[in-house]
């Protein structure tokens, strides 16, 4: 039992935080951050969790989807920067949208999106569900030390959700984990148990991002090769490659090593900048809006992060 994707959605907070506006608050510059990462501008949440951008990118992607929230019969949330611990990303989606399935969360970081596609996609192999909702989700603005112009930078906020169904478009994938918190580590809080005597790290992104890139270029590069291949195609068959949006220079690198034209790469990470989780379901969602792809086409997605982890998967769409 294979799976298709019938409905994608995004939903990014409104309010545009500039680098311009960043330099005001960090020693930093809209010429560096433009030509070491390609981020011009991200969205930053005044008032709204990640579960509230969820709602908003799930029922876009149930529109999308022509279906109704009770025809849903499991959602998985992806999330490294929730509001809660429990209730769950996915349990507060079932609640706000009137849903009525089981749901919960998982946690890969960067790749967690396609973690969670490729769970629902073994559910789906079961053949008693017909329809799943997934969902990454993040406020990595909750998450960010503002005083580190090294991360503070690069993320932003936002969710993208998309509604797959029985069908024969997913044709293989490759997770990887490589269990590591030397490069990069979300603490969560420490507690304030008056027993627990050891070191309890402030709860922000720390990232040595020479390292996380190095990770970044050779995972995205091998993922994509190995799977296709596995798959029984070539990279001559790809239509439409959508990765994670970490750092444009990653993107041109892949291109470049994968002698696959920049034309065929979904980039938005310059309005957005590395939204983790939600990067590349937001992408996918405006790639489907965009009417560029279609029916038949081969998409291959890419994701790599925290974890360390990546994760790969290729579609006919
Ligand atoms: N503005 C100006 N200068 C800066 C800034 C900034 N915002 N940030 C760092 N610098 C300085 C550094 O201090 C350093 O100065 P020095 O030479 O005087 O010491 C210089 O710029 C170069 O710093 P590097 O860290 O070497 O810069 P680099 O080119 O590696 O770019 C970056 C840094 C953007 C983080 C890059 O390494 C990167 O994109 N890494 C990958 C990130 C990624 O893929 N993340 C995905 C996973 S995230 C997750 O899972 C949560």
């Known amino acids: 039992m294979s799976i298709k994707i019938i409905g994608t959605g995004a939903y990014v907070p409104e309010k545009v935080v500039t680098n311009d506006d960043l330099a005001k608050l960090v020693d930093t510059s809209d010429e560096w951050i433009m030509q070491r990462v390609g981020v011009s501008q991200r969205r930053v949440s005044v008032d709204e969790t990640a579960s509230d951008f969820a709602v908003k990118a799930s029922l876009a992607a149930i529109k999308n989807a022509g279906i109704k929230p009770e025809e849903l019969d499991l959602i998985i949330a992806a999330s490294v920067s929730a509001e809660n611990i429990c209730p769950t990303v996915a349990g507060t989606v079932q609640k706000e949208i009137g849903a009525t399935c089981p749901a919960f969360d998982i946690n890969s970081a960067c790749s967690g999106f396609l973690f969670a596609l490729d769970t629902a996609v073994s559910f789906m192999a079961r053949g008693t569900y017909e329809n799943i909702l997934v969902i990454g989700a993040e406020r ?108 444009i220079r990653i993107i041109d690198y892949a291109s470049k090593r994968l002698k696959l034209s920049k034309d065929k790469f979904f980039v938005n990470i310059e309005k957005y900048g590395n939204t983790s989780s939600a990067s590349v379901p937001i992408a996918l969602a405006e790639l489907d809006a965009s009417g560029k792809i279609k029916r038949g086409d081969l998409l291959v997605m890419s994701a790599f992060g925290g974890g360390l982890s990546s994760a790969a998967c290729l579609i006919r769409w």
């Open 140 to 247: 990595l603005s909750k998450i960010v030390d503002w005083t580190d112009r090294s991360t503070c930078v690069i993320f932003g906020d936002g969710a993208g959700a998309a509604v797959i169904t029985k069908g024969e478009g997913y044709l293989g994938s490759k997770l990887f984990t490589q269990g590591d918190d030397s490069v990069i580590k979300i603490p969560s809080f420490g507690g304030t148990s008056p027993f627990y005597t050891a070191e309890k790290p402030a709860p922000y992104i720390f990232m040595d991002g020479q390292e996380t890139f190095k990770f970044a270029v050779n995972k995205i590069v091998n993922d994509i090769k190995e799977l296709v291949s596995k798959c029984g195609y070539t990279l001559d068959d790809i239509d439409h490659v959508v990765t994670h949006q970490a750092n």
